[in-house]
């Protein structure tokens, strides 16, 4: 008994100089949104005999990008009657196919002009990839992107140009992040000095991005740790920023100074997708546990200083979203709640 009143007050000592009590100036937690929404959400696909990962829209057409073990990993469907249109980017070894495809749909800007890219991180290679024009034209460019030199082992990538490149090393094991800009070089560190104590050991593990975008006109990117509810601004030379704490788990807390953790399975995973333009960015935002299970999903509106506009909440957990800039909204990808063997693309307004 006395040992629970200890351990429950240590945990109140926790919450309160952690969550609340903190000194750090660059962190900013956030309580509250300024606006909660709550959209109608409608369903308007099936899926079924596939296992799609992400959702990407065009002027005319819905793609759905699908997990490696497709024969087929992109599918294009119609926006308006959703009628299958199209399937290309076949798995394989050959010149226009892919062993897996990490990233699709990202922009890659080279001498003014902008095309998209599809990236596959098993072989690592980066290949021009057509989502603008209607179907029929030719969607796997025939050259791949060249990536620098620097980058010479396994990484995803989130941005390319000609001039800057971003990317998540896959191993983690000493940088968050590798910038090659301007010809130079950038390794970026875990932080020096965390907001809690973290044994070494578990950087890599509570860093791990699983989220991130760019504001080339502001010149940073945010980043979103896995085990951390929070974004993280980074300039592109590499230098932190600041930070906005959505949540911090007491337990995460309490383990992360034992190597390699006690028991990560019963932490919250932060799952995020974030999609930025030049004054804010849509952050989808989902937990995932073994104890829990996965939450509902939220979608968090800051601005690019970190500052909270508005939250939409969900009433089923959503998974991938693309934003439609012609109508003016969002598309997502979400489970079917009593059958895992299909998944619904839904539609909701701003």
Known sequence: ????????????????????????PNETFIDDFPQEL??????VKELHNAIPNRIIVNDSLVFIVNSNNEDTLINAYDKVSFELKE????KGDGPKEFRSIGLVGQQFFKNGSSTDYAYDYSSQK??????????????????????PQFFNGFFKFFFISD???????????????????DGVEINVPYFSNPPF?????????????????????KRIFVGAPNLLGQYDFFNFNGDYLYTSVIDR??????????????????LPHYITEIIGDEEKFYSLFFTMSASNGLSNSVIHVLDWEGNPISKYVFDRVIFSFAFDRVDNCFYGLSYNATDDDYFYIVKWEL
């Open 249 to 266: 788990d007491v337990n995460l807390i309490e383990q992360a100074t034992v190597p390699d953790f006690v028991d990560q399975r019963v």
């Open 1 to 24: 008994m006395i040992k629970n009143i200890s351990r429950f007050v240590v945990l109140l000592i926790l919450i309160f100089s952690y969550c609340k009590g903190k000194e750090d």
């Open 197 to 217: 104590e973290i044994n070494n050991e578990n950087l890599s593990n509570i860093y791990a991005n699983v989220g991130f975008s760019i504001n080339e006109k």
């Open 38 to 43: 709550k959209p109608n959400v409608k369903i």
């Open 87 to 90: 399937s290309f980017a076949l």
């Open 163 to 181: 001039s800057l490149t971003i990317s998540i090393p896959l191993d983690r094991a000493e940088n968050r992040f590798k910038i090659y800009k």
């Open 126 to 147: 980066v290949v021009d990839i057509n989502l603008i024009s209607e179907v029929g034209d030719n969607r796997i460019g025939e050259s791949h992107i060249e990536l």
